[in-house]
């Protein structure tokens, strides 16, 4: 079995100021994890992957997660944020070895970036 | 260009009458997926299919019918659509490594 927990549903910063959006997980295999982003009316577009290799995942748009196996957490950061990042992130898992490769989404943390 | 298409993007229905989302993908991928999205719930995956002529459940099938007959295209049927399956809708496609690729969505209300 395996769940995503995002911590917060909503997150608001200024423009310029680093993003945290927080993300544990639970999984019994070896988890693949992923941050996708929603802008308003549009479809799901992959951010970053994480699937066994560095622990530091680079994505796009300056985006970056840190893989902490010890404290089952996938923390999506940027240092300094932009109007358009605002948008809905969703912190995903799916576990190796099952051929369904159903991805479990959390419930989403909504960005606000304040000018 | 590839994509993942889904038609229609926005319908408005009443329940009971049969209807039919499109889903189409150009990058030659086995595995597609549909996925509904409701607030505060996340993606929740509905059916799924692994090649041609292979599907199965995903986590909330009930009153979802899908097919496969050809490795591009993976329509999800609603036979008789209800008011709780208002939602929002997403196919997607994988090739491998479970990186999967999502459509635009579609917006569904049924009256």
């Known amino acids: 079995a395996q769940s995503v927990t995002q911590l917060d549903s909503h997150v608001s910063v200024s423009e310029g100021t680093p993003v945290l959006l927080r993300c544990n997980y639970s999984?019994?295999?070896?988890?693949?994890l992923f941050w996708y982003v929603q802008h308003p009316n549009k479809g799901l577009q992959l951010l970053l992957k994480?699937?066994?290799?560095?622990?530091l995942v680079k994505g796009i748009n300056g985006f970056e997660a840190e893989f902490k196996k010890s404290e089952t957490s996938f923390h999506l950061t940027k240092p300094s944020a932009h109007m358009s990042d605002a948008a809905e992130y969703f912190c995903?898992?799916?576990?190796?070895?099952?051929?369904?490769?159903?991805?479990?989404f959390g419930s989403g943390t909504r960005l606000q970036v304040q000018p | 260009e590839a994509q993942v298409t889904q038609n229609p993007r926005y319908l408005i229905t009443v329940t009971g009458k049969k209807l039919t989302v499109t889903c189409s993908q150009n990058?030659?991928?086995?595995?597609m997926s549909w996925y509904r999205q409701d607030p505060g719930l996340g993606l929740r995956q509905i059916y799924y299919?692994?090649?041609?002529?292979?599907?199965d459940k995903g986590d909330v099938p009930e009153g979802y019918k899908v097919s496969r007959k050809e490795k591009r295209n993976f329509p999800l049927i609603l036979e008789s659509p209800s008011p709780n399956q208002t939602s929002l809708y997403f196919c997607?496609?994988?090739?491998?490594?479970?990186?999967?690729?999502f459509g635009a969505g579609t917006r569904l209300s049924v009256l």
């Open positions: 997607a496609s994988s090739l491998a490594k479970n990186i999967q690729y």
């Open positions: 999984s019994s295999y070896s988890p693949s």
């Open positions: 994480y699937t066994s290799a560095a622990t």
């Open positions: 995903v898992v799916t576990s190796g070895g099952t051929g369904r490769r159903a991805l479990t």
């Open positions: 990058m030659n991928h086995e595995y």
């Open positions: 299919s692994m090649n041609v002529e292979v599907t």
